[in-house]
C-alpha cells in the first residue's frame, strides 16, 4: 500500500490549504486513513481519522476548521482558518484494522505511511 501526500504550502494565518492524499495498492474502503502532523521539537500528534465504518474523528483544537473528505482512492484534508500552531509537517497513514473515532487519532495503530508534506502559515 503506497500512499502519497501533495498541497502543502505557505499560507499566511486566516488561509486555506487542502491537502491529498492518494492510496494504492489496496481497495477502496479497506483500510481506515488518518492525518497525522508534527511541528519541529514536538511529537507527532493525530489530526483527524476515516475509519473503516465510516466514522470521522477530529482532534479538537482543528474541530470547526479543518474538514475530511473522500473520493475513489484519495482522502482529502480541507484547513480553513489556518493559525501558526497548524504549522507542522502532515502526513496520511493508513491501517486494516478496525479503529474508533477516537483510536484513530493515535499514530500506534497506523501501518503505512506517507513521506509528509510541509505546511506553514505565517502569522
Known amino acids: 500500500l503506497q500512499l502519497v501526500e501533495s498541497g502543502g504550502g505557505l499560507v499566511q494565518a486566516g488561509g486555506s490549504l487542502r491537502l491529498s492524499c492518494v492510496v494504492s495498492?489496496?481497495?477502496?474502503?479497506?483500510?481506515?486513513i488518518g492525518w497525522f502532523r508534527q511541528a519541529p521539537g514536538k511529537e507527532r500528534e493525530g489530526v483527524s481519522c476515516n475509519t473503516k465504518s465510516g466514522g470521522i474523528g477530529y482532534r479538537d483544537s482543528v474541530k470547526g476548521r479543518f474538514t475530511v473528505s473522500s473520493a475513489k482512492n484519495t482522502v482529502y484534508l480541507q484547513m480553513n482558518s489556518l493559525k501558526p500552531d497548524d504549522t507542522a509537517i502532515y502526513y496520511c497513514?493508513?491501517?486494516?484494522?478496525?479503529?474508533?473515532?477516537?483510536?484513530?487519532?493515535?499514530?500506534?495503530?497506523?501501518?503505512?505511511w506517507g513521506r509528509g508534506t510541509q505546511v506553514t502559515v505565517s502569522s
Open positions: 497513514a493508513a491501517t486494516m484494522r478496525h479503529l474508533t473515532e477516537v483510536a484513530g487519532l493515535d499514530d500506534i495503530w497506523y501501518d503505512y
Open positions: 495498492g489496496f481497495a477502496h474502503d479497506s483500510y481506515a
